[in-house]
């Protein structure tokens, strides 16, 4: 699969080349440019020019992992002093080092067992009055795959559930008499307040570190750079706001199945539903 070289990233190189970017220069001659306009800057600015130069695709390897749910912190730091520990037996050969090279190990080993074990047991009695949920636990400690790993979902199918499900929502209301709404007199708004930088920058700072594909760049990434950034995205913001047009661009979404309960009896399309993420069409 493909993915950006981030380690290769430089933050400092990074944060200089996009001052003198068109997103951070001059926004002054960018006050006419329409909504669409400034969206499809910010996307060839970033992803184009910024991200292929400083930060280019390429391939790498991932293996398929057996999922480990009792993995947890304590179990990464006992890894880490055990790696530790063999790496400084293998600069030193030192019989000192390869005992506590052992040592660790060890008590590495002894964490796992103990996790596992207990992780396990607290599952199976957590489920004890639920058979299904008992029986997917059991497939766990088998290390047999769940059903939602083995069976596929096209989209097709996903898209006909939806829209036979809507059809019968209208098919069982359309005997229902509308509702008479009743006149009252509501505030409206007039005009909207300039969106200010320091309102963005606050706004991207508390946003959560998740990325969707249609993202021109990572969302840790914006974060990390919202100082610079903060002064274009309340441009954009305000001229939405003042304009009433909502980018072209934020109106796609990238939808994703997600199973609704692990404890939910096998994996058809009532038991999923869609989620679609996008930071700037979400603000």
């Not at 912190?73 to 030193?92: K, M, P, T």
């Not at 590495?108 to 074990?117: A, Q, T």
Request: with cysteine; aromatic share 8%.
């Amino acid at each position: 699969m493909t993915s950006g070289a981030w380690r290769r990233l430089s933050r400092d190189s990074f944060a200089s080349d996009l001052a003198a970017s068109e997103l951070c220069t001059n926004l002054d001659a960018l006050t006419n440019s329409s909504v669409d306009d400034l969206v499809k800057l910010y996307s060839v600015v970033l992803l184009t020019d910024l991200l292929d130069r400083h930060c280019p695709v390429v391939k790498v390897r991932r293996r398929a992992r057996q999922r480990t749910p009792w993995f947890d912190a304590d179990c990464r730091a006992a890894r880490r002093r055990a790696r530790v520990a063999e790496r400084r037996f293998r600069r030193s050969r030192s019989d000192e080092d390869r005992q506590a090279c052992e040592e660790r190990l060890k008590a590495m080993r002894s964490l796992y067992e103990e996790k596992n074990s207990n992780y396990w047991r607290n599952e199976i009695a957590a489920s004890k009055c639920d058979t299904t949920r008992l029986w997917r636990t059991f497939k766990g400690v088998l290390g047999e795959a769940s059903v939602a790993d083995t069976d596929a979902h096209t989209a097709d199918d996903f898209a006909a559930f939806f829209k036979d499900k809507v059809e019968a929502v209208r098919a069982s209301t359309a005997a229902t008499p509308l509702y008479d709404v009743p006149y009252r007199l509501t505030p409206t708004i007039a005009e909207w307040s300039i969106v200010t930088s320091e309102e963005v920058e606050k706004l991207i700072g508390s946003a959560l570190n998740k990325t969707c594909q249609l993202d021109p760049a990572p969302t840790w990434l914006v974060k990390d750079m919202r100082g610079l950034l903060s002064p274009f995205i309340s441009l954009l913001f305000s001229k939405s706001l003042t304009t009433g047009c909502f980018p072209q661009y934020f109106k796609e979404a990238s939808q994703i199945a997600l199973t609704l309960s692990l404890l939910m009896s096998g994996p058809n399309s009532t038991n999923l539903k869609p989620l679609n993420y996008q930071i700037w069409g979400k603000c």
